[in-house]
């Protein structure tokens, strides 16, 4: 055997030696934030207000596609996409700035166009048909990553199944949001594992976060073990954290 390939091999060995140990998954149990149903019970179903999550203002963006109605004037009714600046350009009302508004809000200011324009009381209906600007940044060890469209519901299990679900590699307690709030850059670490042993909430996910899976070298050296097993004799247990 080459002397690299033993020295790979030992050096191995003696990190799986230093991670071997009992195996086993926690079992769930009840907490102050979980219930766990035991046994034959059945889950119960949820009530009307566990299927609607809390209310999120839906912004437009750039590129977004919105459809603006003008009652009885159909002249005006157009569907259109917002430019790369944020802005929309119609008859009578001109260029508007509609980054950041709500479809009310640009509705709304859509109207007070019109009324100085001489239409006697506008009434003008904005709806987002598709948005491209309310995403999520997924990155790092997931099967998928990319950008992903963001919901009022989207939690970060929600996202990093949206990406597919974790890699291979992936670390379960290294996983980051980035947000910005009030100019200010932020950043949370969460352990996926534990938000499904119930320990603590799934946290919301929000437009333009950045969510980052980290990497697990003990799992990376375990697949270079994998590649060495023809050598092996024996076989190899390790936790791999």
């Keep these: 055997m080459p002397l690299t390939r033993m020295r790979k091999l030992c050096i191995a060995l003696a990190m799986v030696a230093a991670l071997s140990g009992c195996a086993g998954r926690q079992p769930l149990v009840s907490t102050d934030r979980l219930t766990v149903v035991e046994g034959s019970r059945e889950l119960p179903p949820p009530v009307r207000g566990d299927l609607t999550a809390g209310d999120r203002p839906a912004l437009i963006g750039p590129l977004d596609t919105i459809q603006v109605d003008v009652f009885n004037v159909p002249d005006l009714n157009r569907e259109m996409q917002v430019d790369a600046s944020g802005r929309i350009a119609?008859?009578?009302?001109?260029?508007?700035?509609?980054?950041?508004r709500t479809a009310e809000e640009l509705a709304?200011?859509?109207?007070t166009a019109l009324h100085a324009r001489g239409v006697r009381k506008p009434e003008v209906i904005v709806n987002i048909k598709s948005s491209v600007s309310q995403?999520?940044?997924?990155?790092?060890q997931?099967?998928?990553?990319?950008?992903?469209?963001?919901?009022?519901?989207?939690t970060l299990l929600r996202v990093i199944a949206s990406a597919r679900g974790l890699s291979e590699f992936a670390r379960q307690d290294d996983v980051v949001i980035l947000?910005?709030?009030?100019?200010?850059?932020?950043?949370?670490?969460?352990n996926i594992e534990a938000i499904r042993q119930g320990a603590y909430d799934d946290p919301p996910v929000f437009a333009n976060d950045i969510v980052i899976v980290g990497d697990s070298p003990q799992r990376r050296l375990?697949?270079?073990l994998v590649s060495l097993s023809p050598l092996i004799a024996a076989p190899l247990i390790a936790i791999l954290q």
Aim: net charge neutral.
């Design 90 to 100: 119609m008859p009578l009302v001109g260029t508007v700035d509609a980054r950041g």
């Design 108 to 111: 709304r200011t859509i109207e």
């Design 135 to 140: 995403v999520v940044t997924v990155d790092g």
């Design 142 to 154: 997931v099967v998928e990553p990319g950008l992903y469209p963001v919901t009022n519901q989207m």
């Design 179 to 190: 947000r910005t709030v009030d100019g200010r850059r932020m950043a949370g670490l969460y």
């Design 222 to 224: 375990f697949r270079d």
